[in-house]
């Protein structure tokens, strides 16, 4: 008895580790709308010499929002939805970002720029994962071209972060 429980305890975490490409791609819209949204409500709180970098993170959000939004009304992906995706190492801590934290009404700008950076390592992490393990198609570009830009953005934020740590301001 107990070999048949563990037999199915093995099936069910495989089954577990991986999700149709629709409830990834929800779960992918709901993060970027979080950043999103709370980029944009951050705008008017962070000191001046951060505002243009979170008022650019709250467009780029924006932007990969829409991505997923036309992807999920993609004609072309209709046969793919419904398939199962390996589930990323990574999914856990990029599910935690969809949580936002309180920076409270003045916050300072490293607690700012070590969330952000943060946030973007798990997408970043994330989107390329999901890009190996995805079929070859418009949801598989879509997951590369983030992991990119997720990439990028890091590295950005990384800058300005050092700029601000290291050399007294940004």
Request: glycine share 4%; net charge negative.
């Amino acid at each position: 008895m107990s070999d048949d429980r563990e037999g199915r305890s093995g099936a069910y975490e495989r089954i577990r580790s991986k999700k149709t490409l629709q409830e990834i791609l929800e779960v992918a819209t709901s993060f970027e709308k979080a950043a999103r949204d709370f980029y944009a409500d951050l705008v008017p709180k962070v000191s001046k010499n951060l505002r243009y970098l979170v008022e650019e993170l709250a467009q780029e959000e924006q932007q990969h929002f829409d991505l997923f939004s036309k992807l999920a009304n993609n004609p072309d992906i209709e046969t793919q939805i419904h398939d199962l995706v390996q589930t990323p190492v990574e999914d856990r801590r990029f599910s935690d970002y969809i949580q936002l934290p309180d920076l409270g009404d003045n916050p300072d700008d490293q607690s700012v720029l070590q969330y952000a950076m943060g946030r973007e390592d798990a997408a970043m992490k994330q989107y390329r994962e999901l890009a190996a393990s995805t079929a070859p198609g418009p949801a598989r570009d879509l997951f590369e071209y983030l992991a990119n830009e997720e990439t990028e953005h890091k590295r950005e934020l990384e800058k300005t972060y050092y700029q601000l740590v290291h050399s007294g301001g940004v």
